[in-house]
Protein backbone atom coordinates (compact mmCIF):
# COMPACT_ATOMS: atom_id res chain seq x y z
CA UNK A 1 0.00 0.00 0.00
CA UNK A 2 1.50 3.35 -0.67
CA UNK A 3 0.91 6.10 0.99
CA UNK A 4 1.18 10.01 0.54
CA UNK A 5 0.58 13.47 1.11
CA UNK A 6 -0.76 15.93 -0.56
CA UNK A 7 -1.55 19.36 -0.36
CA UNK A 8 -4.94 18.98 1.65
CA UNK A 9 -4.90 15.07 0.80
CA UNK A 10 -3.69 11.68 2.63
CA UNK A 11 -4.08 9.20 -0.22
CA UNK A 12 -3.89 5.23 0.25
CA UNK A 13 -3.14 3.53 -3.14
CA UNK A 14 -2.82 -0.08 -3.79
CA UNK A 15 0.04 -0.54 -6.62
CA UNK A 16 -0.97 -4.20 -6.71
CA UNK A 17 -4.99 -3.95 -7.72
CA UNK A 18 -5.11 -0.21 -8.31
CA UNK A 19 -7.95 -0.01 -5.62
CA UNK A 20 -7.69 3.79 -3.63
CA UNK A 21 -8.93 6.00 -1.09
CA UNK A 22 -8.53 9.62 -0.30
CA UNK A 23 -8.85 10.97 3.03
CA UNK A 24 -9.06 15.02 3.81
CA UNK A 25 -6.26 16.06 5.97
CA UNK A 26 -7.62 17.91 9.16
CA UNK A 27 -5.51 20.93 10.20
CA UNK A 28 -3.32 21.20 13.55
CA UNK A 29 -3.89 24.45 14.12
CA UNK A 30 -1.41 26.65 15.15
CA UNK A 31 -3.24 29.57 17.02
CA UNK A 32 -1.84 33.18 17.81
CA UNK A 33 -3.09 35.98 18.88
CA UNK A 34 -4.19 38.59 16.39
CA UNK A 35 -6.83 41.86 16.27
CA UNK A 36 -9.39 42.16 14.83
CA UNK A 37 -11.31 45.46 13.85
CA UNK A 38 -14.85 45.68 14.81
CA UNK A 39 -17.35 47.65 12.94
CA UNK A 40 -17.67 49.83 15.51
CA UNK A 41 -14.02 50.70 14.87
CA UNK A 42 -12.61 48.98 18.01
CA UNK A 43 -9.51 46.49 18.04
CA UNK A 44 -10.21 43.27 19.97
CA UNK A 45 -7.89 40.60 20.47
CA UNK A 46 -8.40 37.13 19.18
CA UNK A 47 -6.78 33.64 18.71
CA UNK A 48 -6.49 32.43 14.79
CA UNK A 49 -4.57 29.74 13.59
CA UNK A 50 -2.10 31.07 11.13
CA UNK A 51 -2.36 28.03 8.82
CA UNK A 52 -6.53 27.53 7.90
CA UNK A 53 -7.65 31.27 9.53
CA UNK A 54 -9.69 29.35 12.27
CA UNK A 55 -11.30 31.44 15.26
CA UNK A 56 -10.69 30.19 18.83
CA UNK A 57 -13.15 31.40 21.39
CA UNK A 58 -14.08 35.58 21.59
CA UNK A 59 -12.13 38.46 22.29
CA UNK A 60 -9.25 37.74 24.48
CA UNK A 61 -8.36 40.25 27.13
CA UNK A 62 -6.41 43.04 25.97
CA UNK A 63 -4.96 43.48 29.48
CA UNK A 64 -1.15 44.24 29.44
CA UNK A 65 -0.89 43.81 25.83
CA UNK A 66 0.80 45.89 23.45
CA UNK A 67 -1.85 46.45 20.52
CA UNK A 68 1.06 47.57 18.18
CA UNK A 69 2.87 44.48 18.41
CA UNK A 70 0.07 42.23 17.04
CA UNK A 71 -0.84 41.07 13.46
CA UNK A 72 -4.08 41.59 12.00
CA UNK A 73 -6.10 38.18 11.57
CA UNK A 74 -5.75 36.62 8.05
CA UNK A 75 -8.15 35.84 6.01
CA UNK A 76 -8.33 31.86 5.10
CA UNK A 77 -5.20 31.04 2.71
CA UNK A 78 -7.36 28.16 1.10
CA UNK A 79 -11.10 28.29 -0.19
CA UNK A 80 -13.31 25.33 -0.65
CA UNK A 81 -12.37 25.53 -4.55
CA UNK A 82 -9.47 24.91 -3.86
CA UNK A 83 -9.88 21.50 -1.76
CA UNK A 84 -12.70 20.56 -4.62
CA UNK A 85 -10.19 21.65 -7.11
CA UNK A 86 -7.00 19.51 -5.72
CA UNK A 87 -9.21 16.54 -5.20
CA UNK A 88 -10.80 16.69 -8.45
CA UNK A 89 -7.38 16.17 -9.87
CA UNK A 90 -6.40 13.93 -7.69
CA UNK A 91 -9.14 11.24 -8.39
CA UNK A 92 -8.80 11.90 -12.36
CA UNK A 93 -4.64 10.71 -11.71
CA UNK A 94 -5.44 7.99 -9.60
CA UNK A 95 -8.63 6.43 -11.95
CA UNK A 96 -5.79 6.43 -14.66
CA UNK A 97 -3.39 4.55 -12.86
CA UNK A 98 -5.90 2.10 -11.52
CA UNK A 99 -7.10 1.66 -15.29
CA UNK A 100 -3.96 1.01 -16.22
CA UNK A 101 -3.71 -1.79 -13.63
CA UNK A 102 -6.95 -3.72 -14.34
CA UNK A 103 -6.02 -3.50 -18.38
CA UNK A 104 -2.51 -5.18 -17.55
CA UNK A 105 -4.54 -7.95 -15.71
CA UNK A 106 -7.18 -8.34 -18.18
CA UNK A 107 -4.08 -9.48 -20.67
CA UNK A 108 -2.82 -11.97 -18.19
CA UNK A 109 -3.45 -16.01 -18.71
CA UNK A 110 -4.90 -16.18 -15.20
CA UNK A 111 -7.54 -13.80 -16.62
CA UNK A 112 -8.28 -15.38 -19.47
CA UNK A 113 -8.89 -18.93 -17.81
CA UNK A 114 -11.56 -16.93 -14.75
CA UNK A 115 -13.16 -15.30 -17.77
CA UNK A 116 -13.61 -18.50 -19.43
CA UNK A 117 -15.02 -20.27 -16.32
CA UNK A 118 -17.72 -17.68 -15.75
CA UNK A 119 -18.60 -17.63 -19.43
CA UNK A 120 -18.82 -21.20 -19.06
CA UNK A 121 -21.24 -21.39 -15.87
CA UNK A 122 -23.12 -18.41 -17.33
CA UNK A 123 -24.20 -20.50 -20.36
CA UNK A 124 -22.52 -17.36 -22.38
CA UNK A 125 -25.56 -15.17 -21.59
CA UNK A 126 -26.45 -11.87 -20.00
CA UNK A 127 -27.06 -12.52 -16.42
CA UNK A 128 -28.92 -9.28 -15.78
CA UNK A 129 -31.01 -9.61 -18.75
CA UNK A 130 -31.18 -13.22 -19.29
CA UNK A 131 -31.46 -12.50 -23.40
CA UNK A 132 -28.42 -11.50 -25.13
CA UNK A 133 -25.24 -13.52 -25.09
CA UNK A 134 -22.71 -12.40 -23.06
CA UNK A 135 -19.76 -10.30 -24.21
CA UNK A 136 -18.25 -9.59 -21.07
CA UNK A 137 -17.30 -10.63 -17.61
CA UNK A 138 -17.99 -8.16 -15.01
CA UNK A 139 -16.95 -7.45 -11.23
CA UNK A 140 -19.47 -7.25 -8.87
CA UNK A 141 -16.95 -5.42 -6.93
CA UNK A 142 -12.82 -4.68 -7.00
CA UNK A 143 -11.97 -6.06 -3.25
CA UNK A 144 -10.58 -9.05 -4.30
CA UNK A 145 -9.04 -8.13 -7.44
CA UNK A 146 -6.74 -10.26 -9.31
CA UNK A 147 -7.84 -12.51 -6.45
CA UNK A 148 -11.15 -12.98 -7.42
CA UNK A 149 -13.62 -15.81 -6.26
CA UNK A 150 -15.56 -17.12 -9.19
CA UNK A 151 -18.67 -15.49 -7.83
CA UNK A 152 -17.38 -11.84 -7.57
CA UNK A 153 -17.91 -12.36 -11.69
CA UNK A 154 -20.97 -12.42 -13.52
CA UNK A 155 -20.96 -12.85 -17.57
CA UNK A 156 -22.69 -9.97 -18.98
CA UNK A 157 -23.83 -8.26 -22.38
CA UNK A 158 -22.50 -4.74 -23.59
CA UNK A 159 -26.01 -3.01 -23.28
CA UNK A 160 -26.38 -4.17 -19.43
CA UNK A 161 -22.94 -2.89 -18.71
CA UNK A 162 -23.76 0.17 -20.26
CA UNK A 163 -26.98 0.53 -18.58
CA UNK A 164 -25.63 -0.42 -14.81
CA UNK A 165 -22.63 1.98 -15.32
CA UNK A 166 -24.43 4.70 -16.00
CA UNK A 167 -26.94 3.78 -13.36
CA UNK A 168 -23.97 3.91 -10.99
CA UNK A 169 -22.85 7.04 -11.94
CA UNK A 170 -26.58 8.49 -11.84
CA UNK A 171 -27.02 9.09 -15.40
CA UNK A 172 -29.83 8.32 -17.26
CA UNK A 173 -29.89 4.84 -18.43
CA UNK A 174 -31.84 2.48 -20.76
CA UNK A 175 -34.02 0.12 -18.31
CA UNK A 176 -32.56 -3.71 -18.43
CA UNK A 177 -35.41 -5.67 -19.82
CA UNK A 178 -36.50 -8.74 -19.55
CA UNK A 179 -38.53 -9.78 -22.09
ZN1 LIG B 1 -5.86 25.47 11.43
ZN1 LIG C 1 -27.89 -8.06 -20.82
Known amino acids: MEEYKTKFHRVLFDKDTGNYSIHLLSCD ?3 IKVKRRYSNGTLHIHEQCKKCGDFRGGAKSQNGVNMATIPFAITPPHTWEDFKEERTKLIDRLKKAQKRIR ?4 KTPEWTKKRALVMERDGKVCQA ?8 VYHLNYRHFKNEPLFDLVAICDRCHTSISKMDKGENYTPIKHD
Open 129 to 136: CQDEPATQ
Open 29 to 31: HEY
Open 103 to 106: DAYY
